[in-house]
């Protein structure tokens, strides 16, 4: 059972236009998401956050717009660059058992085209 | 502060074998999770270990297992290895950061079996 899905395996965006990658959840005592990013060879490395009370928080080219009634996060790359071409994982948090568990996303591959 | 370590980077085993993998996690932080990915698959929690003690474990079968010393390093072994194992296992420290704990990951040990 996914609690967690990126229903797109890859995303082809031009330079310069918009990156929207979405993410679903199906557990509503997650409280926390985040957004992970993944070079070929590297591990992942974190990118931007969002707090369940919150329905947006942005961070330089990035933003993070979470909507929970419809338990659905996405994530905006706006001017996207050949850089940001890499694999993008959602991840959500929950507290159980005294402990914050964090379940991933299967990840999103984003190719920036010149 | 040094970030996680892991060795070896690259392994090629062959069917039936075993194999240990070694994760350093950052100072100071004493959880520690082993991930496997593969394409396609995205992050697949292994298991997290926490002050010596394994706090999660995913849904993976009884020849993967792990410890965890009192330096907070951890070892990762599979054994009667078989060509589904080959993958990119990564292991992640974390610290918690109020509302979830942030990881963050190694480059990951690159896992052939033949």
């Known amino acids: 059972d996914q609690q967690v899905k990126q229903n797109s395996p890859s995303l082809s965006v031009q330079e310069g236009r918009i990156s929207i990658l979405n993410c679903d959840y199906t557990?509503?005592?997650?409280?926390?998401f985040l957004w992970y990013k993944k070079y070929p060879a590297e591990g992942p490395t974190f990118l931007i956050s969002?707090?369940?009370i919150k329905d947006k928080n942005e961070d330089g080219r990035f933003t993070v717009f979470l909507n929970k009634s419809a338990k659905h996060l996405s994530l905006h790359i706006v001017p996207s660059q050949p850089g940001d071409s890499a694999v993008y994982f959602c991840a959500a948090s929950a507290y159980v058992d005294s402990n914050y568990q964090l379940i991933w996303g299967a990840g999103t591959k984003l190719i920036i085209k010149p | 502060k040094a970030g996680v370590t892991q060795t070896p980077r690259y392994l090629i085993k062959t069917r039936g074998q075993q194999v240990t993998l070694s994760c350093s996690p950052i100072s100071g932080h004493r959880s520690v999770s082993w991930y496997q990915q593969t394409p396609g698959q995205g992050l697949q929690f292994l298991f997290e270990?926490?002050?010596?003690?394994?706090?999660n474990k995913g849904n993976f079968p009884g020849r993967f297992s792990g410890r965890q010393f009192s330096n907070s390093r951890s070892e990762m072994n599979v054994s009667t290895l078989e060509l589904g194992d080959s993958a990119l296992y990564l292991c992640?420290?974390?610290?918690?950061?109020?509302?979830?704990?942030?990881?963050?990951f190694g480059p990951g040990t690159r896992l052939t079996v033949l």
């Open positions: 969002i707090s369940s």
């Open positions: 992640a420290s974390s610290t918690p950061r109020g509302e979830y704990n942030e990881q963050f």
């Open positions: 270990y926490f002050s010596e003690t394994q706090r």
């Open positions: 557990n509503s005592m997650f409280d926390y």
